[in-house]
Each structure stands twice: as C-alpha cells, then as structure tokens.
C-alpha cells in the first residue's frame, strides 16, 4: 500500500499515531533491539479504538447521524466504543456480563454510554444486545474482534510502525497477545500492506483462555504431526468453518484471571490468515503467574501498569530462556529487532498489582518451574529466571 492509499484509508481517523519507544531494560536483558508499541496511550487505553473507531465512523457514514452503536463486551471493547460514540455525536450502548468492574462501568457512563448489565457470561450479554440491535432500526451491532473493518484499523499500527522504526528496519518477529483474534488479524493485514507478510507473528495467551492456541491445533499447520491424528482436549468442542477451510476451537469454560483474552473461540477468518501467512506464527501459551510476573517487572521497568492480557505479549521478553527458543538464529552478525505490541487495557489497578506480588512470590516459594507450550511442544521455564 502506497502513503496516498494509506493516507486516503485512515485520513479521518480518530485514533492516536502512539509512540514506538526502544526498551533499554528488555534490550539490555535480551542482547537485542526491542521496541514497544504503545497502544496504552489511546483515548479508550486499548489497542481496540483503533478498529472499533473505524467501524464507528463506517457506520455513521452509512446510517447517518442517528445511528445507535450496541456493542456487548467484557470491558475495553466497549469502553472503545464509548469513546467512539462521544467524539462523533452519537448514541452509544454497551451490554456487560454481571461481575464487570464498576470502574470500567464508571469510565463508560462518563464518556456518555448507556450501559445494561445483562446475564452472568459475555455469551448472554451479547444475545441480549443482538436482540437489541434486531428492535431498533437504527442500531448497528458493534463487533468486538471479528470483523474486517476493525482488522482494517488495527493494522494502521503496523504502517506506523514501518514509519517509526530506524529507516530499512524490517523487524525479525512482532509479538502480539491474543484472544479472539482481532488484535492479530490487523497486524497480519497490515503486514500484508507494508510487505512484511514474511515476518514471524509470536501470539501469546495463557494456558486457561486459548481458543487461538487450540484452533491452530486443530488444522494442518504449524504444529508438528496431522492434525487428524491427534486427539481433541477435553473442554473442547471442535466445530468446521467452511467459509474458510478450517475447524475453529470453542473452549467449554474459561480460567485465566486474563479476562480480556476470554473468548470462547476465535474468528476463523483470522485462524485462516495465520495459517497461511508467508512469515508463519509461534502460537504460545502461558501460565497466568508469569504474565503477573512480567507485568511487576514492566510496572518496575518502565513506570507502566498493564492487564494480564497485554503482559502476556511482554512475558516471554523477560524469560531470555523463553525468548531465544521462540527466535530464529539470525544468519548475519546483525542485531535482531523485535516489536512487542503493548496492547493496553483498563482492567489494572495498585492494587491487583500488589496481588499479583503476592501470587508470584508464593509460586516461587514452592519452588519447581512453569510449563510453557508453543505450537504443540511444551517445555519449562525457572520461575527465578
């Protein structure tokens, strides 16, 4: 994509170009060159106002100023499409899942959102809001991650990027959390954009909220050995997407304190893109502790809090024993590059950090290693390290 094409695309955009900063302290632990992506500084505090401010502005422009955005999330989806809705004048609802923080329902209803609490599950939440949007005319269903238009405006953070890094700059690998897809959907369209569809994508998520993780398992790919001869999990139920040619994982219960990666099952079409991607994918999965862990040392680092869901992409980067194995061996004596894509989040406070101190002190205390798998291999890591 050319800068005309690009400036045409996200001329209106609502979003901020947000800063690309080299982390000295993950730089200097890894021997390496890693940048960080900072999605925490938009308007919502997530990556997510990126694509659900485009789709906001797509939906204003095709059902004019009366449009009525409804949109069911467990929490930054929807306080992106909070924000959305205010700077464009129009109305806004977001359907939340009992057991919402009431911070976040506080920062939705300031940035002028009515907000409905409906059902115990984000499964229920949603129905309640589709069947909103089916009696109201002028209500348009805002998707949370599986949506063309959001993977269109999530990928401007890739053409950034390509402007942000030192000029000639391709970078060895970008890591990336993820949960429904929607955050790695956009990279892997902007990579595609910017002619970096060769460049290795690490997604991350944690043992207990994997949907990516286990629908890759699903199909022939990335993971070693055909996919018909190994036998499904138990919690999952395998269902075919012929749309687009691939069998798709729906995980029976969720138990990662990761919130924000909890879907159920991914968007298939993103399942699709990853299996077909030039540059390949490392699908990771870790335990929750050691997203706690790196979201202490990011805070001490850095002066930065981050959810779960977004030290997830951070952790492997503080566990060189986790990081080397995941990167090729570069074939020059040039430095590797890496990206981390730090993807932001509301659901963070002082004192869920000081939890977490607490939860990972004990783990270590009781001594052993956590268990980590990447496409289909597991292994270890110290919880010292």
């Not at 001329?11 to 060159?33: F, M, N, V, Y």
């Not at 043992?207 to 993780?213: E, I, V």
């Not at 018909?228 to 219960?253: F, Q, Y």
């Not at 706690?292 to 779960?308: G, P, W, Y």
């Amino acid at each position: 994509m050319s800068a005309v094409q690009e400036d045409r695309l996200y001329r209106e955009k609502l979003w901020l170009e947000t800063p690309l900063i080299h982390s000295i302290h993950i730089s200097s632990l890894l021997q390496c060159d890693v940048y960080l992506k900072l999605e925490t500084l938009q308007p919502s505090q997530s990556f997510k106002y990126r694509g659900i401010s485009h789709f906001a502005q797509q939906a204003l422009r095709t059902h004019g100023p009366g449009v009525h955005l409804i949109i069911a999330s467990g929490g930054n989806a929807g306080l992106a499409a909070a924000c959305a809705a205010r700077v464009l004048k129009v109305r806004c609802t977001v359907f939340l899942p009992h057991g919402v923080n009431q911070s976040t329902i506080d920062f939705m209803r300031k940035e002028g959102a009515e907000v409905v609490i409906e059902g115990s599950y984000y499964l229920q939440a949603l129905q309640a809001a589709e069947k909103a949007v089916q009696a109201e005319a002028t209500a348009v269903m805002v998707p949370a991650y599986d949506d063309p238009t959001l993977w269109e405006g999530h990928a401007s953070m890739v053409h950034e990027l390509k402007r942000q890094l030192p000029e000639g700059t391709k970078p060895d690998a970008i890591f990336c959390s993820v949960g429904g897809g929607g955050l790695a959907g956009g990279i892997m369209v902007g990579c595609k954009a910017v002619g970096w569809d060769d460049v290795p994508l690490v997604t991350v998520e944690t043992h207990g909220s994997n949907c990516f993780y286990q629908s890759l398992s699903l199909n022939d790919g990335p993971f070693a050995g055909g996919a018909a001869s190994k036998p499904v999990p138990e919690g999952i139920r395998p269902e075919r997407c012929d749309e687009h040619n691939v069998t798709v994982a729906h995980l029976a219960t969720l138990k990662s304190k990761a919130t924000s990666l909890g879907a159920s099952s991914p968007a298939a079409a993103i399942v699709r893109k990853a299996l077909d991607r030039e540059g390949g994918i490392k699908s990771v999965c870790i335990p929750d502790e050691l997203a706690m862990q790196a979201a202490i040392n990011f805070a001490e680092d850095h002066k930065i809090l981050v959810e779960l869901a977004c030290s997830a992409t951070i952790a492997p980067a503080y566990k060189p024993s986790i990081f080397n194995r995941l990167m090729a061996k570069s074939r020059s004596n040039e430095r590797t590059t890496v990206v981390l894509v730090v993807c932001g989040g509301f659901k963070i406070s002082l004192d869920d950090l000081a939890e977490y101190k607490h939860i990972v002190a004990e783990e270590i205390a009781a001594g052993g290693d956590w268990e980590v798998a990447c496409n289909g291999e597991t292994f270890t890591t110290s919880k010292v390290e």
